[in-house]
């Protein structure tokens, strides 16, 4: 199940004057998945591309030349360092993207989305959304409330991370048993073998 991010979400907004209605869907490594996703409400979990409205953040043609040199966890790490609501894991307000670049208006907007998604989708950000009241701005100052529908869709996906943590130990610990079952029958082979090769 994927979300939308204050990103996608903002450009949501502005195309159906509505609020939220990826990645990140991640690896186990937090790697997100910034490729299309169905619309999902925002628990600010991803980033997902959406159509661009005029002079959004995502129009085409907006990423800065030459920009391409940081990688999303450098970025990511850099505005941990620069912002409190990156640092302290605060829900983020919907349109943080366009606070950033007017922060940071050389960034490029694909690694800036890449970064926006690595944190919304880190499990630590969807724990701060499942029990979020507030957004925050960069600043860490409070905005619009968090929605029942963006806490629950939080919740949603850390019960669905965890049940595909737990699905993953229990087949390694199967094939760990296996592999256990294998050895031993063919350490017995080997030695059935051995004894009768010495008649």
Avoid: W
């Avoid at 030349?65 to 790490?77: E, T, V, Y």
């Avoid at 968090?146 to 199967?174: G, P, Y």
């Amino acid at each position: 199940m994927n979300t939308m991010s204050p990103v996608a979400e903002s450009n949501e907004a502005t195309e159906n004057a509505a609020t939220g209605t990826s990645p990140a869907p991640t690896s186990d490594t937090g790697a997100p998945d910034t490729g299309t996703s169905a619309p999902q409400p925002d628990t600010g979990s991803a980033a997902q591309p959406a159509t661009a409205a005029p002079g959004s953040a995502d129009a085409p043609g907006a990423d800065a030349p030459g920009a391409d040199a940081q990688s999303p966890r450098a970025l990511l790490k850099q505005l941990q360092q620069q912002f409190k609501a990156f640092r302290d894991c605060l829900p983020l307000a919907i349109g943080i993207d366009k606070q950033v670049l007017a922060k940071m208006p050389g960034l490029n907007r694909k690694t800036m989305r890449a970064a926006l998604g690595i944190h919304t989708g880190s499990m630590r950000y969807l724990r701060a959304m499942e029990k979020a009241t507030v957004r925050y701005d960069l600043d860490g100052n409070p905005g619009a409330e968090v929605t029942d529908t963006h806490r629950q869709h939080a919740k949603e996906l850390l019960q669905e991370r965890f049940k595909k943590e737990a699905e993953r130990k229990k087949a390694e610990r199967e094939l760990a048993v296996k592999e256990e079952a294998d050895r031993k029958r063919q350490e017995k082979l080997e030695q059935l073998a051995s004894k009768f090769s010495r008649r």
